[in-house]
């Protein structure tokens, strides 16, 4: 049986806990730690934007700034996501580049099997939706994004089971014409959560359990809980200090 490391259940701000996948993945292509899936809750709520992406043209800066939700950049591609304190659980994963498939395509979908399997578990059927999403009812439950570095494969998205979508859709710069493209004229008719498809209000326990559950099934590991080391902590204090708070980062595009 092959073991993994898991970190449950994590409470930081946004700069921390993009700051501590980061660590973690230097850390392990120094094989200082072991392969890793770690689960964790933005405090204050946040949103993250993809490397790639402008923080002014994503994000509705005057809101969130009202609202005291925090805003920073990711190492990973992909688009905004608004990490809901009190409704979203964030997943992280740290696995070695020879331990991953090689394919992307085929890489998210193995991680994403978690996450498939872990609402199977909690009663709703789910399919994966090429190149990152997790659909259920037709609509984005979960988004990922990944990248590769130093040997190693960084993968996190959300878990979306009582977001506060009114929350979201004011936060997030939504442009009515990418909505068109997925045939639907509101964020409501493209998005959902575990809550809402199955139409009782789910705790955070109910689905840490599951996922824990589905994630094992998948991967075909056995976990072993752990903290987060202290060098860990230290690193990743670093770089939300000399990085992710930064202006120089979270606005450099």
């Not at 994004?145 to 710069?173: C, E, P, S």
């Not at 939300?240 to 120089?248: G, L």
Request: with cysteine.
């Amino acid at each position: 049986m092959n073991y993994w490391r898991l970190i449950y259940l994590n409470e930081f701000d946004g700069y921390m806990q993009m700051a501590i996948d980061e660590a973690m993945l230097i850390l392990r292509s120094k094989n200082k730690i072991p392969n890793t899936l770690r689960f964790f809750v933005f405090k204050p709520s946040a949103i993250t934007i993809g490397y790639f992406q402008s923080m002014i043209d994503e994000v509705n800066l005057d809101f969130c700034k009202k609202k005291g939700i925090s805003v920073v950049r990711r190492i990973t591609g992909g688009g905004a996501v608004f990490h809901d304190e009190n409704g979203e659980i964030t997943y992280s994963i740290v696995v070695t580049e020879r331990e991953a498939p090689k394919d992307i395509i085929r890489s998210y979908e193995l991680y994403c099997k978690g996450l498939i399997i872990a609402l199977k578990k909690l009663g709703l059927t789910a399919e994966f939706k090429p190149v990152n999403d997790v659909l259920v009812f037709g609509k984005k439950i979960s988004g990922s994004a990944q990248t590769r570095k130093r040997g190693v494969v960084l993968q996190h998205g959300t878990f979306m089971y009582n977001t506060d979508i009114g929350t979201l859709a004011v936060a997030l710069k939504i442009v009515p014409e990418k909505l068109k493209d997925k045939g639907v004229s509101k964020l409501e008719e493209r998005v959902i959560t575990v809550s809402k498809a199955l139409g009782r209000e789910i705790s955070r326990d109910e689905v840490l359990q599951a996922l824990i559950e589905g994630f094992k099934e998948a991967l075909n590991v056995k976990f072993i809980e752990e903290k987060l080391t202290q060098e860990e902590l230290k690193l990743a204090k670093k770089l939300a200090e000399e990085k992710y708070s930064r202006d120089e980062w979270n606005f450099m595009v």
